[in-house]
C-alpha cells in the first residue's frame, strides 16, 4: 500500500485505506526465511479473521518444525558470518533507525493491519506504533553508549568484562499488541547484535511480515531477522526446544511461559524471558483527591483495548467509606467507553480477538455471577456478527472468587472493598500474579509504605499505566522475570565474558 497524502481521519478514511490492504494488492501472507518470502514446506496455511466482520482477512503460512530448523539455520550462519553479529554498534544503530524511519512511514498501514487483524480501535493501533518506533529507536540510540568493563583488579592483570550477543533469540509474542510487543522484543535483540526468529500470534501474523519486508529494506542482513507465522504448538515449540536457540524472549500466557521454560530445560538450557499474565490491582484510597478522575483513570485501565491488556487494572480496590459513591463515578465513566467499530477513530473499544477469547471472557462473567457478585454493568455481548462485549463491571468481589483471582483478559473490572490499609496492601499481594498495581491517595507516607510493600513489578501512583521507554517493563511472581524496555533490556540480550590478561612486571 502506497501512504496517501492526506491523513486518514474518518471512518470512511479508514475504510478506504483497508480496502487496499488485500492479497490481490500484495498483503505479504508468506514466511520470511534466509531473505526469501516463502510458503511454509509443507504448504499449510492458517486463516487470519477479522473479528469486527468475521470476514477471513488471508491466509497465512503455518510454519511448522520444519521451517524453523532452516530458519534457525540460517540464523546461526548469520551470527557465525558477522555481517551483523560483529559489525560496530553504531552501525548497527544506523540500519536500526531507517528500519524506525521505514515504520513510520508506513505508520497507517501497520496500524490497519493490527486493528484489522486483531480488533482494537484504530485510534489505540496508532498510539501502539508510536511506541513501536520510539523502542526501536530508543534501543538503537542505546547501543553505541554502552561501555564494557575494566575491572578494578591488582597490576598484574587488565581484567575486561565484555558484552557479546547471545546468538540466535526467539521472540515468541502475543496478539494483544502485536506490533508494540514485536517492539519491546526485537528492539533490544538487535541491537545488541542477536539473530532474531520471530513467533508472531496465529491470531494477528500481519503486521509482523509487513515489518520483515520493511527490515530488509532497511538493510538488515541476511538471516537477521526472520518471521515465521504459525501455531504455537508446531513453529513455537519447535523453536523452544531448538539446540541452537539460545534465547527465548516471551510474552503471552502464563500457562505457557512454565512450558517455554520446560521446554529449555529439555533441550540446551537456553536463557527464558517471560512476560506473562496478570490480575492488576488499582487501589482507590478515600483520601485521594478528585474522585471523578481517578474514576475515569479506573475505568481507561480496565476498559482500554478491551480489557485485553496484560497490566489491565482488573481489581479494583476501594476504600469501603467511599466505595458506593466511587463505584457510581465508574459506571459513568464506563458507559462512555462502550466497543465500537474499530476503524472509527473515536471506538474506544474494538472486538474481542477471536470467538474463543469472546466465549471464554462471557463464561468467566456467567461464573461472577453464579459466584454471588454483584453485576453493575454490561454482562451481555453485542448483537453480531462482530465479538463486542460492553464494560461489565462486577461489584462485591472476594478474593475466593474466580473472577476476583483469575487473569480474564477481558473488559469485565471486579471491586473490591477494603477497610485498612493493611487490608488493601494483602489483598492487592493475594494474587499469583504480580506484574502492575495502581496506587491512587494523596498521603505521601502512605504512598511510599504501600508502594515499598506491593509485590509487583511496576507501581503506578495516582495514574495508571504511566512510562516511558527509560522505565522497565515486566513482572514478579507468575508474572515473569524478564524487563522489557529501557537500557536493562538490552542487558538481558547480551552475555558477559570475562577476559583476564597478564601482565609481565
Ligand atoms: P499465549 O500464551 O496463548 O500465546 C503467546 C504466544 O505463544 C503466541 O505466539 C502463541 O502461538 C505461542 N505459543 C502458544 N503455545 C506455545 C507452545 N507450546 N510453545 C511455543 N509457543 C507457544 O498468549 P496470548 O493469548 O497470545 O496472549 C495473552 C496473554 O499474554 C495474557 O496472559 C497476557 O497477560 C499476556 N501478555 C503479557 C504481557 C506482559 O508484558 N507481561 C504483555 C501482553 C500480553
Request: glycine residues 10%; proline residues 5%.
Amino acid at each position: 500500500m502506497t501512504e496517501h497524502h492526506r491523513l486518514p481521519r474518518t471512518r470512511d478514511d479508514w475504510q478506504a485505506l483497508a480496502a487496499e490492504l488485500t492479497v490481490e494488492r500484495g498483503l505479504e501472507t508468506r514466511a520470511y526465511i534466509d531473505d526469501a518470502f516463502v510458503e511454509a514446506q509443507r504448504g499449510a496455511t492458517l486463516a487470519t479473521v477479522n473479528p469486527a466482520t468475521g470476514e477471513i482477512l488471508a491466509e497465512v503460512a503455518s510454519c511448522d518444525a520444519a521451517d524453523a530448523e532452516v530458519a534457525v539455520a540460517a540464523a546461526r550462519a548469520a551470527v557465525d558470518g558477522g555481517a551483523w553479529s560483529r559489525l560496530a554498534p553504531g552501525r548497527r544503530k544506523a540500519v536500526l533507525l531507517k528500519l524506525a524511519d521505514l515504520m513510520a512511514a508506513h505508520k497507517h498501514e501497520l496500524a490497519l493491519l493490527d486493528t484489522l487483524d486483531m480488533g482494537k480501535p484504530i485510534s489505540s493501533a496508532l498510539g501502539d506504533l508510536a511506541g513501536a518506533i520510539g523502542c526501536l529507536r530508543y534501543q538503537a540510540e542505546c547501543i553505541d553508549k554502552l561501555y564494557g568493563e575494566v575491572a578494578p583488579t591488582g597490576e598484574e592483570a587488565l581484567a575486561l568484562v565484555l558484552r557479546e550477543p547471545l546468538g540466535v533469540v526467539a521472540c515468541i509474542v502475543p496478539w494483544n499488541f502485536p506490533l508494540m510487543m514485536t517492539a519491546w522484543k526485537i528492539a533490544p535483540a538487535l541491537a545488541a547484535g542477536n539473530s532474531v526468529i520471530l513467533k508472531p500470534s496465529e491470531k494477528s501474523p500481519l503486521s509482523a511480515l509487513r515489518l520483515a519486508s520493511l527490515a530488509r529494506e532497511a538493510g538488515l542482513p541476511r538471516g537477521v531477522f526472520q518471521v515465521l507465522p504459525g501455531f504455537g504448538h508446531t513453529v513455537g515449540k519447535a523453536l523452544a526446544l531448538s539446540m541452537e536457540v539460545d534465547c527465548l524472549a516471551f510474552t503471552g500466557s502464563t500457562g505457557v511461559g512454565k512450558q517455554l521454560m520446560q521446554y529449555a530445560g529439555q533441550s540446551n538450557l537456553k536463557k527464558v524471558y517471560l512476560e506473562c499474565g496478570g490480575k492488576s490491582p488499582n487501589i482507590v484510597f478515600a483520601d485521594c483527591k478528585d474522585l471523578d478522575r481517578v474514576a475515569k483513570h479506573a475505568a481507561a485501565a480496565i476498559f482500554h483495548n478491551q480489557g485485553e491488556v496484560c497490566i489491565a487494572g482488573s481489581r479494583l480496590l476501594v476504600e469501603n467509606s467511599i466505595r458506593e459513591a466511587f463505584v457510581d463515578k465508574v459506571l459513568a465513566a464506563a458507559e462512555a467507553m462502550q466497543p465500537g467499530d474499530p476503524l472509527d477513530p473515536a471506538s474506544f473499544m474494538g472486538a474481542m480477538v477471536d470467538r474463543a477469547q469472546y466465549e471464554r471472557v462471557l463464561d468467566f462473567i456467567r461464573c461472577g455471577v453464579e459466584e454471588g457478585a454483584t453485576l453493575r454493568a454490561g454482562g451481555e455481548a453485542l448483537e453480531g456478527p462482530g465479538l463486542f462485549i460492553p464494560p461489565t463491571v462486577f461489584d462485591g468481589v472476594t478474593e475466593r472468587m474466580a473472577i476476583g483471582r483469575e487473569e480474564i483478559f477481558g473488559p469485565v473490572l471486579a471491586v473490591f472493598g477494603f477497610d485498612s490499609e493493611e487490608e488493601a496492601v494483602r489483598l492487592a499481594n493475594d494474587s499469583d500474579y504480580g506484574l502492575a498495581a495502581g496506587l491512587w491517595s494523596q498521603d505521601i507516607d502512605r504512598i511510599m509504605r504501600v508502594t515499598r510493600r506491593l509485590r509487583s513489578g511496576q507501581v503506578f501512583v495516582n495514574n495508571w499505566a504511566g512510562g516511558d521507554q527509560t522505565m522497565p517493563f515486566g513482572g514478579v511472581k507468575q508474572s515473569g522475570n524478564g524487563r522489557d524496555k529501557s537500557h536493562h533490556s538490552l542487558e538481558e540480550y547480551s552475555d558477559l565474558k570475562s577476559v583476564w590478561m597478564s601482565l609481565s612486571p
